[in-house]
């Protein structure tokens, strides 16, 4: 029995940051890949950052320098730090633990 939830999401103006949080149960977290994704209103959902279990990242050109991927294998939690953001960040974010998600928060970056 696996659950993965997110928290943090909310509404920011543009420049701010959030941080988000993913709590991950169920699973042998220090072993997991895991990733945050986003799916903007009319679009498909994409991959904003993976990290996986021996320390390799992955970002995606548009949050590249502004996001930041990490967890913490004692909590059991992995964080999306999100710097200088912009309105096109606005989505709702999704945690992934291998292949295993979580039910989303929504990210609203506006003035």
């Known amino acids: 029995q696996v659950h993965v939830v997110e928290s943090g999401g909310g509404l920011v103006q543009p420049g701010g940051s959030l941080r988000l949080s993913c709590a991950a149960s169920?699973?042998?977290?220090?072993?997991?890949?895991i990733a945050w994704y986003r799916q903007a209103p009319g679009k498909q959902r994409e991959l904003v950052a993976r990290l996986n279990s021996g320390g390799s990242t992955f970002y995606s050109d548009s949050v590249k320098g502004r996001f930041s991927i990490s967890r913490d294998n004692t909590k059991n939690t992995v964080d999306l730090q999100m710097d200088s953001l912009k309105p096109e960040d606005t989505a709702v974010y999704y945690c992934?633990?291998?292949?295993?998600w979580g039910q989303g928060t929504q990210v609203t970056v506006s003035s």
């Open positions: 992934r633990c291998d292949v295993s």
């Open positions: 169920g699973i042998i977290f220090r072993l997991s890949d």
